[in-house]
C-alpha cells in the first residue's frame, strides 16, 4: 500500500470513527464507508494510486467484488451469503477483507450485532489477511461492543492497537472511554491526556480528548 494515501485512509476513517460515539456513529459509518466508500476506493485504484493492482487476475477480481457490491438481492441475507462466498474464493486477497467487511455492515444495518463480530473476529484472526486489515477488524469489534461488552475483554484487545497500529489514536481514545464506562475516571483522564499529546494525532481526535479533559474537570 502506498504510505502517503495509506496514511489518509487512515486518517479519514480515524476521524469519522471519533466524530461520534457508538451507536449513533455506527448507524451512520457501516452502510456507507464500508459498503461505500472503501468499494469506490478499490475501484477507482488505478487513478487514486491507493492499491496498485498489477495484475488482469487482481483487476478481474477487484471488478467482481464492485459488482456484486453494486448487485440487488431481493434480501440481505442473500447479498451476506454471496460476498462470503466471494470472501471464501479470494481467501487472502484484499478484495476477500474487503468482501467481509461489507458483510459485516449489513449485519449490523440489521441489528445483527454478534454476526458482525463474529466476522469481525474472523477476519482478525485470519493470518492470510493483511495486518492493517485484521487491526481495523479488531478495532470494529470492539466498537460494536463498546457500551456492552466486557470491559476487560475489550481493553486486552485494544491494548496492541495502541502501540505501533496505524490505528492507535482510535483505539487509545476507545480505551479512554471503556474507563470511563467502567467508572475510572483518573483512568480515562490519564489515558486522554496521553492521547492529546501523542505525535501526529488528528486535530479532531486532539479536539475530542481535549472535551473529555474539560468534562472530566468539571467533576461530571
Known amino acids: 500500500m502506498n504510505n ?28 456507507f464507508v464500508i459498503g461505500g466508500v472503501l468499494l469506490v476506493i478499490l475501484a477507482t485504484a488505478s487513478v487514486t494510486g491507493w492499491r496498485n493492482y498489477k495484475t488482469k487476475s487482481e483487476q478481474t477480481t477487484t471488478q467482481g467484488l464492485v459488482e ?11 447479498k451476506m451469503a454471496e460476498l462470503a462466498a466471494f470472501a471464501k474464493d479470494n481467501a487472502g ?11 459485516a455492515g449489513i449485519a449490523l444495518e440489521q441489528d445483527k450485532k454478534a454476526e458482525a ?11 492470510a489477511v493483511d495486518p492493517i486489515y485484521r487491526q481495523l477488524a479488531d ?16 481493553e486486552a484487545r485494544l491494548a496492541p492497537l495502541m502501540k505501533d497500529s496505524p490505528w492507535r489514536f482510535t483505539a487509545t481514545e476507545f480505551a479512554g472511554h471503556l474507563a470511563l464506562r467502567t467508572g475510572d475516571k483518573e ?10 499529546a501523542m505525535p501526529d494525532v ?11 479533559l474539560q468534562w472530566l474537570g468539571e467533576g461530571k
Not at 463480530?117 to 493470518?127: K, P
Not at 488528528?202 to 473529555?212: F, G, H, M
Open 187 to 196: 483512568k480515562a483522564k490519564k489515558i486522554f491526556t496521553e492521547l492529546k
Open 202 to 212: 488528528t486535530p479532531l481526535i486532539a479536539a475530542r480528548a481535549s472535551d473529555v
Open 117 to 127: 463480530v463474529a466476522i469481525y473476529d474472523a477476519l482478525a484472526a485470519d493470518a
Open 4 to 31: 502517503v494515501n495509506e496514511q489518509g485512509l487512515i486518517q479519514e476513517i480515524e476521524e469519522d470513527l471519533a466524530r461520534k460515539r457508538m451507536e449513533a456513529l455506527w448507524k451512520r459509518y457501516a452502510p
Open 68 to 78: 456484486l457490491s453494486e448487485k440487488i438481492f431481493e434480501k440481505r441475507d442473500d
Open 139 to 154: 478495532l470494529f469489534a470492539v466498537q460494536v461492543q463498546l457500551d456492552t461488552g466486557d470491559a476487560a475483554a475489550l
Open 93 to 103: 486477497k484484499s478484495q476477500a477483507a474487503f468482501a467481509l467487511f461489507e458483510s
